[in-house]
Antibody, heavy 117, light 112 residues
Framework: VQLQESGPGLVKPSETLSLTCLVSGGSADSYFWSWIRQPPGKRMEWIGD???????NYNPSLKSRVTISIDKSKIRFSLKVTSVTAADTAMYFC????????????WGQGTTVTVSS | DIVMTQSPLSLPVTPGEPASISCRSSQSLLHTIGFNYVDWYLQKPGQSPQLLIY???VRAPGVPDRFSGSGSGTDFTLKISRVEAEDVGVYHCMQALESPYTFGQGTKLEIK
């Protein structure tokens, strides 16, 4: 299984950040699919996840601005962050969470998003 | 949220020498089923993180046996028995006991 993020690298302040993660080489079933970000010089931050059945769980620090969805074919999942500011500038990763191992066993390569006018 | 604190933040090591990274959590990560819900990841330069250790001490598939994880409760350690040049990068610990999952600050290992 491989993951590949895609989306705009530059977003204007107050607009919506939208990213997609393509799941290739396997099924989305029975796993949790997460978004994680790493602001420059800061620790990684878990944004939230979606189970293959569509149930979601978000980091309370971002919950009011974040939506994670999964498409019907379950081969891609998406992240939307509304009302972005410079604090949302980060490398964004999608990752698969393996229940039982309780770990992120597969990661995308990451995509850099800069919030700037 | 559970706070994860790593030390040291920078770790210069001579090839062939051992290395050790500490990770402390603000609350116990010992699950009722007996496993510690802590993972270790290595982020090599220019790459995404890769899983090294899960459930505190289980090596992920393909991870060399020079890497080992230990500890319980709130204190955890990642050890590299003999550092190789390919081990450079940033090591992150992460707790998976409760949402939101949280990470340590990262420890940058460099070769002397």
């Amino acid at each position: 299984v491989q993951l590949q993020e895609s989306g705009p690298g530059l977003v204007k302040p107050s607009e919506t950040l939208s990213l997609t993660c393509l799941v290739s080489g396997g099924s989305a079933d029975s796993y949790f699919w997460s978004w994680i970000r790493q602001p420059p010089g800061k620790r990684m931050e878990w944004i939230g996840d979606i189970y293959y059945n569509g149930s979601t769980n978000y980091n309370p620090s971002l919950k009011s601005r974040v939506t994670i969805s999964i498409d019907k074919s379950k081969i891609r999942f998406s992240l939307k962050v509304t009302s972005v500011t410079a604090a949302d500038t980060a490398m964004y990763f999608c990752a698969r969470f393996f229940p039982g191992d309780e770990a992120f066993d597969i990661w995308g390569q990451g995509t850099t998003v800069t919030v700037s006018s | 949220d559970i706070v994860m604190t790593q030390s040291p933040l920078s770790l210069p090591v001579t090839p062939g020498e051992p290395a050790s990274i500490s990770c402390r959590s603000s609350q116990s990560l010992l699950h009722t089923i007996g496993f510690n819900y802590v993972d270790w990841y290595l982020q090599k330069p220019g790459q995404s993180p890769q899983l090294l250790i899960y459930l505190g001490s289980v090596r992920a598939p393909g991870v060399p046996d020079r890497f080992s994880g230990s500890g319980s409760g709130t204190d955890f350690t990642l050890k590299i028995s003999r550092v190789e040049a390919e081990d450079v990068g940033v090591y992150h610990c992460m707790q998976a006991l409760e949402s939101p999952y949280t990470f340590g600050q990262g420890t940058k290992l460099e070769i002397k």
